[in-house]
């Protein structure tokens, strides 16, 4: 997978490393992990804690997104949908399968896939699924409008589109070029940028780390962004604090 070559050069380049388990403990609410999870360490920001399970090595955002759906699952039949998963992770392959109708993976370079695939021209027809899964993909797309586009165009009435990126600023930055030291990230994207959903879904619910018990899942990013712009990421601006929210938007057609 690109994107997955683009973050092996950018630990590379950045010093991230896996640090010890912490003495705190939690749940993972993906695989069921019991136990501490484990810090890791940037050269850019230095500790961020709490953040992988080492059973399944989902961060944070996954655990935020199982608890989306799990929350969606009340009211909304999974069992007869078409479900298009791009970028797939492998965790989540096992936990989508058995729960839709149809499940398809695709990735624009990604081995193991059902279709490699552009996100901003896929070769599907109009309203071939029921739901769209994209996980820390946008942001590495220049024309994430395109990208918008054709998510929406694939897409049934009543379907739905689970699209989050990391929001790592108050308001998004567009940077002039990828930045091979932030994993082929072309913007960072702030508070602001899930508005641009809405000129394509009739209706976008954002879901937070504040919606669910912090405790026993650790939702939330331990990470000092204060210190942006740097050497390594020169577009990003400061943020203030040392924990930060996620978001999960969830969009309707």
């Known amino acids: 997978m690109k994107y997955l070559v683009q973050l092996k050069r950018w630990i590379k380049s950045t010093g991230f490393q896996f640090s010890h388990l912490t003495k705190e403990k939690y749940t993972c609410p993906i695989c069921g992990y019991q136990g501490a999870f484990a810090n890791f360490v940037l050269a850019e920001s230095g500790i961020i804690k709490h953040s992988r399970c080492p059973s399944c090595d989902?961060?944070?955002?996954?655990?935020?997104?199982?608890?989306?759906?799990?929350?969606l699952k009340k009211d909304i039949n999974f069992g007869k949908m078409r479900m298009l998963h791009f970028a797939p992770e492998y965790f989540f392959r096992e936990y989508f399968k058995?729960?839709?109708?149809?499940?398809?993976?695709?990735d624009l370079s990604m081995n193991k896939v059902d279709y490699?695939?552009?996100?901003?021209?896929?070769?599907?027809?109009?309203?071939?699924?029921?739901?769209?899964?994209?996980?820390?993909?946008?942001?590495?797309?220049?024309?994430?409008?395109?990208?918008?586009?054709?998510?929406?165009?694939?897409?049934?009435?009543k379907g739905i589109a689970i699209l989050p990126v990391p929001i790592v600023g108050v308001?998004?930055?567009e940077y002039p070029q990828p930045n091979p030291l932030e994993a082929g990230h072309v913007r960072a994207p702030g508070f602001d940028y899930y508005e641009r959903y809405s000129n394509y879904f009739r209706r976008v619910e954002k879901f937070s780390s504040e919606d669910?018990?912090?405790?026993?899942?650790?939702?939330?990013?331990?990470e000092d962004r204060s210190i942006y712009p740097t050497k390594n990421c020169p577009w990003r601006q400061p943020m203030a604090g040392t924990k930060h929210m996620d978001i999960v938007p969830v969009c309707f057609t």
């Open 171 to 173: 308001q998004t930055i």
């Open 212 to 222: 669910f018990p912090n405790h026993p899942y650790q939702l939330f990013v331990y």
């Open 116 to 157: 490699k695939v552009d996100l901003t021209s896929l070769p599907f027809k109009d309203a071939e699924f029921d739901i769209v899964f994209a996980s820390h993909v946008l942001e590495h797309i220049k024309d994430d409008r395109k990208a918008l586009s054709e998510i929406r165009r694939v897409l049934k009435p």
């Open 58 to 71: 989902s961060f944070e955002r996954h655990r935020l997104q199982k608890l989306v759906i799990d929350q």
């Open 98 to 106: 058995p729960l839709v109708g149809e499940y398809i993976t695709a």
